[in-house]
């Protein structure tokens, strides 16, 4: 070998022993060189991880769309009777996502709507900032007793009580303002749960408050839930006040628009077993109008049987009463399909009353749904 050469061999050398002790140390043996693939995903996988972020805060776009068959029995006193029909009773297009870590959104729209005013639902950014808690900016449901805050396609009956649809909302049940709503642990499977919601009062989709006052609803309550999730139970105690504008016998002429002033104070209570789920509420208030006061008050009972096979019977019975007012109803059927499922049917008969002893019209409904 030359000079030349070993001097060549010599500096290579230096260079290449420094970087083999190295990757010795770190293996903890003899040092080995990567082979290429490894080089590879090492440089892909920040790559991947890009996209995978990116890919969490797409939209999610879901809903369910309900129809269902009513047929009218003539069984009340008079000589009227509803012709059977089908109908289209809810479609929901709903688009939600994270903006960031603790902002997210939710707007949901009812494109069947006969009105143009029900048309968009819930549209509401939500903070969880606060520990516990979400913090709702924008057009939501308003916060009182059990039924009214379930979605309709978790519902085991087609159509809510009365007390939900009289007493325990506003106009409607959405509106525009804010919500906080949370649930605290305390431990052994308790947690508390507190929820208020400071809205303009004039239902959803108006864009201006034409009342003085801000109208409040809330609820605090309490839950359990097993260790083994063998059953859950809660109850709670709501309340309202606030006020609006009551559009009279003809919503296009304000001549005979005139202001409600209400209170209302509720208690629910639910439970939830591997064989059957239950549910109660009672609710009351009163009402000043024109120099008026009426005192509404309703209840309702519901029980559901479950079993292995996502089927199984449902009973409720409601009520409301408002002056002259005695509406009574029986709510006897049976259900395919957990409240979670992307299919369901429901088979409701409601024996009805309008007074205590005056007879309505009984229906029957035959009712289905899918969720997408």
Do not use: C
């Amino acid at each position: 070998m030359t000079r030349h050469a070993a001097l060549t061999l010599a500096i290579l050398f230096s260079f290449v022993r420094p970087a083999a002790t190295a990757a010795a140390q770190e293996e903890g043996g003899v040092a080995q060189t990567p082979p290429p693939e490894t080089a590879v995903d090492a440089t892909a996988e920040p790559a991947k991880q890009t996209k995978k972020k990116k890919k969490k805060k797409r939209p999610r776009i879901s809903g369910f769309l309900q129809a269902f068959y009513r047929y009218t029995f003539a069984t009340g006193d008079d000589d009227e009777v509803d012709a059977d029909n089908f109908r289209i009773q809810r479609v929901r297009v709903g688009v939600s996502g994270k903006v960031i870590k603790k902002v997210s959104y939710d707007v949901e729209i009812d494109p069947r709507a006969p009105d143009v005013r029900g048309i968009l639902r819930d549209a509401y950014i939500q903070f969880k900032h606060i520990p516990f808690h979400k913090l709702r900016v924008g057009q939501q449901k308003t916060r009182f007793g059990y039924e009214n805050l379930v979605s309709s396609a978790r519902l085991y009956e087609v159509n809510r009580t009365e007390l939900s649809e009289n007493i325990a909302r506003g106009p409607n049940l959405r509106d525009v303002g804010l919500g906080l709503i949370g649930k605290i642990p305390v431990g052994a499977g308790v947690s508390v749960e507190d929820a208020i919601t400071v809205v303009n009062g004039n239902g959803l989709n108006t864009q201006i408050d034409d009342t003085e006052l801000k109208t409040v609803w809330g609820r605090l309550g309490a839950r359990y839930d097993h260790p083994d999730d063998l059953f859950w139970v809660r109850a709670g105690l709501s309340g309202g006040h606030g006020d609006f504008m009551d559009e009279g016998d003809d919503p296009l002429d304000p001549a005979d628009d005139f202001l409600v002033e209400f209170d209302r104070v509720g208690v629910d209570a639910e439970v939830d077993t591997e064989w059957v789920f239950a549910s109660a509420e009672y609710a009351r208030g009163s009402d000043d109008a024109e120099g008026e006061t009426t005192e509404p008050s309703g209840w309702y009972l519901n029980l559901v049987g479950k079993t292995p096979w996502h089927t199984g019977p449902i009973v409720r019975y409601d009520r409301f009463d408002l002056m002259e007012e005695n509406f009574r109803r029986w709510t006897l059927g049976a259900y395919y399909g957990d409240p979670d499922d992307r299919l369901r049917f429901l088979l409701n008969y409601e024996y009805r009353k309008v007074k205590d002893d005056v007879r309505g019209d009984d229906r029957l409904f035959l009712w289905s749904q899918v969720r997408f």
